[in-house]
């Protein structure tokens, strides 16, 4: 799969592609990060019942800080992964329904101190293909995204550069201008 179509939210029910789907809500500009999150959440679970025909108190996004959320169905444990991301004035919920996965959104801009954040963390790879690129920009967000989706695939926090992470990065393709996104599952998830 080369990018997963993102599905505005609310809108028609997703149709995961490989066991994957990902919704994209508008939220409210500004510092009201909880509400956001809970408009996500709220959201994501609508998307999934619908997804899965079930109804919608079945669905739990459980989750304890440090780790993924995980879904819960009708009480039990599931292998659906999902992810989520927030950027200005929008969240993604990412899911697949066959294991883990990891998400990210960001607005395409300009990064003032690109190369030391490059550098630092995004490798040596990325940095040095960065200093040839056309639309700095936009690449800059692609890799970033890249990194994080991964980063939180692999239930890691931003750090300095280590090591490429095992996996694959599916790009999003998102129904909104001046945004880009990547998810991160397993080789062998989808």
């Not at 997963?4 to 994957?20: C, F, I, R, S």
């Not at 819960?72 to 996965?101: K, P, T, V």
């Not at 909104?176 to 990547?182: E, F, I, Y």
């Amino acid at each position: 799969m080369k990018a997963l179509a993102v599905q505005l939210w609310p809108g028609a029910t997703p149709t995961p592609q490989d066991g994957l789907f990902a919704i994209l809500i508008q939220t409210g500009a500004g510092p009201q990060r909880d509400a956001a999150r809970r408009q996500l959440r709220a959201a994501a679970c609508e998307a999934l019942a619908a997804v899965l025909r079930v109804p919608i108190d079945e669905i739990t996004i459980a989750s304890t800080p440090g780790t993924p959320p995980h879904i819960l169905l009708a009480g039990r444990e599931s292998q659906i992964g999902c992810s989520f991301s927030h950027e200005d004035g929008y969240a993604l919920a990412a899911f697949n329904l066959r294991g883990l996965i990891g998400a990210d959104l960001m607005r395409v801009q300009t990064i003032p101190d690109w190369q030391a954040v490059a550098r630092d963390y995004l490798g040596p790879r990325i940095a040095a293909a960065l200093q040839t690129a056309i639309d700095l920009p936009t690449a800059f967000t692609q890799a970033w995204t890249q990194r994080e989706a991964a980063l939180k695939y692999h239930a890691q926090q931003i750090s300095e550069w280590q090591a490429d992470l095992p996996g694959r990065s599916i790009s999003l393709a998102l129904p909104a201008t001046g945004l880009l996104g990547h998810i991160h599952i397993g080789d062998k998830s989808a």
